[in-house]
């Protein structure tokens, strides 16, 4: 059984940072897509960045974070990260990450994302 378990989240204030971190369990490998998503309360559930697999090792992040944030993986730790610089307010949301197994390219779709964390939550206080 696939499991995600995410860890970092926290409250910071504005121009802070934090790293967030995603451990991946039951799927081994680096031939997947893996991203990180938010979620504020009452927002349609967004991606922020991902990375795809062997191969299609490329990065690419929502226009809001480019510049400030940066994903990586840990094949060897089968673990994601998601470094976060600069802080604002409006990063204040609960981070997911996912997996989309099969396929090493990743997708814009949300529903092409098979495996979810449970989440952490982000607040950026002003």
């Known amino acids: 059984q696939v499991q995600l378990v995410e860890s970092g989240g926290g409250s910071v204030q504005a121009g802070g940072s934090l790293t967030l971190s995603c451990v991946v369990s039951?799927?081994?490998?680096?031939?997947?897509?893996m991203a990180w998503f938010r979620q504020d309360t009452g927002k349609e559930r967004e991606k922020v960045a991902h990375?795809?697999?062997?191969?299609?090792?490329?990065?690419n992040y929502a226009d809001s974070v480019k510049g400030r944030f940066t994903i990586s993986r840990d094949n060897t730790k089968n673990t994601l990260y998601l470094q976060m610089n600069n802080l604002t307010p409006e990063d204040t949301a609960r981070y997911y990450c996912?997996?989309?197994?099969?396929?090493?390219?990743?997708?814009?779709?949300?529903?092409?994302?098979?495996?979810w964390g449970q989440g952490t939550q982000v607040t950026v206080s002003s």
């Open positions: 039951g799927y081994t490998g680096s031939s997947r897509c």
């Open positions: 996912a997996v989309r197994v099969g396929y090493p390219w990743c997708s814009e779709q949300t529903p092409d994302y098979n495996y």
């Open positions: 990375i795809g697999g062997s191969g299609f090792s490329n990065t």
